[in-house]
């Protein structure tokens, strides 16, 4: 019995100092910017920038080969910080602001193809082969992924109606260079 | 482990869903899942014998055993007929995108 425990004692000390070792040298360099950059996105894999989701985003973006601006969700604020972040000079002329949208289903339309639920990141649609879909508002982000694979054209994007409920003071519009300077003087 | 799985119930029409988050306990099939939500008195229209039954978009039977954080869904059937649907895309000369197989013509 001891040469059984003592000879796993051995392999055990032999190779989790071999992991070890290989840890400290063997370690792949993780960018930091990329992470940072990261969490900064929704990262909410919409893909409406045309990446895969928000961390091929985000190596995209940390190497320099990405815009700042084509983060939909994000909006306006996050290609601001962005940019900021990257020390790069954002675009805005082009940018439109978009507001909050969901999907609908035209139900004399829907086929029950499931092809809008495979596409759908957030399970917000329910439905199964040959049976009505249905978007789940609440869980449905307004990626827009869904609409594209649609064969009949039955999904459209709806903006979000403003309800004594969801309405809100809108934000103030901050000159950017005026608020830094600000921001200095307070120190 | 805990001997109740948290579940949940979702019923959707098009301008109202009920997504009802519930703890079941373990050995819980879809159809006493719903009963346990009370779905039912709430939609009366929904009958477990006739609406389709299924768990995150894949048709189940009733009495299919649930597991943690399952989500039980109660379909409604299509109001178009699928063939009628081609059919009048291709008379306004609209081809089907992707995967329409009759697309070519």
Redesign the interface.
């Known amino acids: 019995m001891w040469i059984a425990i003592g000879s796993l004692t051995v392999m055990g000390l032999v190779m989790g100092g071999l992991l070890g070792v290989a840890a400290r040298f063997l370690a792949v360099e993780e960018n930091p910017l990329e992470e940072e950059l990261k969490s900064m996105l929704p990262g909410s894999q919409c893909g409406q920038c045309g990446y895969v989701g928000c961390s091929q985003y985000a190596a995209a973006l940390a190497k320099g080969e990405a815009a700042v601006t084509l983060c939909a969700p994000g909006g306006k604020v996050l290609i601001e910080s962005l940019a900021k972040k990257l020390g790069v000079k954002a675009d805005l002329s082009e940018h439109e602001e978009k507001v909050p949208e969901y999907a609908?289903?035209h139900?004399?339309?829907?086929?029950?193809?499931?092809?809008c639920?495979r596409e759908c990141s957030s399970?917000a649609i329910?439905?199964?082969?040959?049976?009505?879909h249905?978007?789940?508002?609440?869980?449905c982000h307004g990626c827009g992924k869904c609409v594209?694979?649609?064969?009949?054209?039955a999904i459209v994007m709806i903006p979000y109606k403003v309800t004594l409920r969801n309405w809100h003071w809108p934000k103030p519009e901050i000159e950017q260079a005026h608020s830094e300077h600000e921001v200095e003087h307070a120190h | 482990m805990s001997d109740r799985i948290n579940i949940e119930v979702?019923y959707?029409?098009?301008h109202e869903?009920v997504?009802l988050k519930l703890q079941a306990p373990q050995d819980t099939t879809v159809d006493g899942a719903i009963r346990l939500s009370g779905i039912l008195e709430k939609h009366p229209e929904i009958d477990p014998g006739r609406n389709?039954l299924?768990i995150?978009?894949?048709?189940t039977k009733a009495d299919a055993v649930l597991r943690d954080r399952d989500?039980v869904?109660i379909?409604?059937?299509?109001?178009?007929d699928?063939k009628e649907?081609?059919r009048k895309?291709a008379e306004e000369g609209r081809a089907?995108?992707?995967?329409?197989g009759e697309s070519a013509a």
């Not at chain 1, 004399?108 to 092809?115: A, K």
Request: aromatic share 4%.
């Open positions: 609908f289903i139900e004399d339309l829907c086929i029950g193809c499931t092809r639920i399970d329910m439905g199964a082969n040959k049976l009505m249905t978007i789940i508002i609440d869980a594209p694979v649609c064969p009949t054209d | 979702v959707a029409l098009p869903q997504l389709k299924g995150y978009g894949k048709l989500r869904e379909y409604r059937p299509l109001l178009a699928p649907v081609r895309r089907m995108k992707k995967g329409g």
